[in-house]
């Protein structure tokens, strides 16, 4: 039995292979019975298989592809950094007025050698 997923991406290879073949959401959930939500998670879950499946939304046509050659990745990989780019400055300017609210991550020291011979971890310290 075929998954959504693999349905879902036999249908782009068919039918939406190229930037020039991209199909809106819509258009997707018409062929395909699959809905827009359940695409974004199926393209997740293929992003997660190591599959690259884009998205166009600087120019017609608009919609989701499976790119045929590099160029048609490196247009989709620019607009993934502008997005990146855009939550970190609005996540700096939230923690800059909220300070109690930056992220802070565990950061684990090396093991050091004890005069005994033993390695001894580090205690973790927090660093924000």
């Avoid at 258009?27 to 997740?44: E, F, K, M, N």
């Avoid at 499976?66 to 990989?77: K, S």
């Avoid at 007025?97 to 991550?105: I, S």
């Amino acid at each position: 039995m075929t998954t959504d997923t693999d349905r879902f991406l036999t249908y782009l290879r068919q039918v939406a292979s190229g930037r020039d073949r991209a199909m809106s959401a819509a258009d997707l959930h018409v062929a395909t019975g699959i809905t827009p939500r359940r695409q974004q998670a199926i393209i997740i879950e293929l992003q997660e298989r190591g599959e690259i499946v884009c998205s166009a939304c600087d120019r017609k046509p608009f919609g989701y592809y499976v790119p045929t050659v590099d160029g048609e990745i490196a247009p989709y990989l620019h607009q993934l950094r502008q997005r990146r780019n855009a939550l970190a400055t609005r996540i700096a300017g939230i923690e800059a007025q909220r300070p109690g609210l930056r992220e802070t991550r565990k950061v684990t020291p090396p093991l050091r050698i004890e005069p005994s011979g033993k390695p001894e971890q580090a205690q973790l310290e927090l660093v924000s």
